[in-house]
């Protein structure tokens, strides 16, 4: 399969006139779908043409800043 999907959501909170807090999601590979990347291509082999390497699975990371 050579489908992957990255998403990212972001949200501010309003702490006053001045003052905000910001919240943001990332998501790398989103639905956590195997992603082929490495193909064996050594001819006269038992494996030749099957996948050997795939991408890595999902990661989320999150980031909370204080605006002042």
């Given at each position: 399969?050579?489908?992957?999907?990255?998403?990212?959501?972001?949200r501010?909170?309003?702490?006053?006139?001045?003052?905000?807090?910001d919240l943001q999601l990332r998501a790398n590979n989103a639905l956590n779908t195997v992603v082929i990347n490495r193909w064996n291509t050594q001819l006269n082999t038992?494996?030749?043409?099957?996948?050997?390497?795939?991408?890595?699975?999902?990661?989320?990371?999150?980031m909370l800043r204080l605006r002042f």
């Open positions: 399969m050579l489908f992957s999907l990255n998403a990212s959501a972001g501010v909170f309003r702490l006053g006139e001045r003052r905000s807090l038992n494996t030749f043409a099957l996948p050997t390497g795939v991408a890595p699975m999902r990661s989320v990371t999150s």
